[in-house]
């Protein structure tokens, strides 16, 4: 591997010693995992499930998983994209058996309208979540994957046990249907969409 150009590149090349070594039998090398990937982790969950005990709660099952199962892990995709498969399958389980579907942004609505005097903190937070309460789980997954994780195609698709052209399709068409929405600035979904690879 060359000198690496994004800080995912880096984390992977630094993590890949550690999953040896857990592999090996040093479990204690596995905190160094968790203290990489707990933040995006926990923000993938949060904006999946919509609450910060669920997303903790859920976070922690996640790298528990992660540790019972990293025998199993091989380089045939990248670790990181390994762990997010495991999210992906535990929040699904998770909104499958509550049957929240979108309710949870409701309650999100509540919170943050409760406390006005600070309302230009919760501007960007309000962005947020008002793009994805427009938007089905599966839109709202591979936004959170490509935007934010800037995973490829395939990457998602192995993620989502999709095909990398039904995720490049569907990812095409929530980027019109985003760049429709004038009320939050069109500029604003624009910069925030990725169009290449």
């Known amino acids: ?35 990489s990937f ?16 669920e997303a903790e709660d859920a976070a922690q099952d996640i790298f528990i998983k992660g540790l019972e ?4 892990f091989s380089y045939t995709v990248s670790f990181s994209a390994w ?9 699904m389980d998770i909104l499958k058996k509550k049957n929240k579907s979108y309710k949870f942004w409701t309650s ?7 406390d006005q005097s600070h309302r ?23 936004l959170l ?20 052209t039904t995720v490049r399709k569907k990812y095409e068409r929530l980027r019109k249907k985003l760049l429709k929405e004038k009320k939050l600035g069109g500029e604003i979904y624009e910069h925030s969409l990725k169009t290449e690879g």
């Not at 060359?2 to 999953?19: D, H, L, Y």
């Open 1 to 35: 591997m060359t000198a690496s150009n994004t800080p995912r590149e880096n984390t992977e090349f630094a993590t890949k010693s550690i999953v040896v070594q857990v592999q090996s039998g040093n479990i204690q090398a596995y905190t160094e995992i968790i203290r």
């Open 145 to 164: 994957l490509r935007s934010i994780e800037e995973y490829s195609f395939d990457e998602i698709a192995s993620i989502m046990e999709l095909k990398a």
């Open 120 to 142: 230009q903190a919760y501007e960007y937070d309000d962005f947020i979540h008002e793009l994805l309460e427009k938007l089905s789980v599966d839109e709202r997954r591979i």
């Open 83 to 91: 762990l997010y498969k495991i999210a992906h399958h535990h929040c």
């Open 38 to 53: 707990q933040k995006q982790i926990y923000i993938y969950c949060y904006y999946l499930l919509g609450s910060k005990e």
């Open 108 to 114: 999100f609505k509540k919170e943050q309208a409760h």
């Open 69 to 72: 199962n990293i025998r199993n």
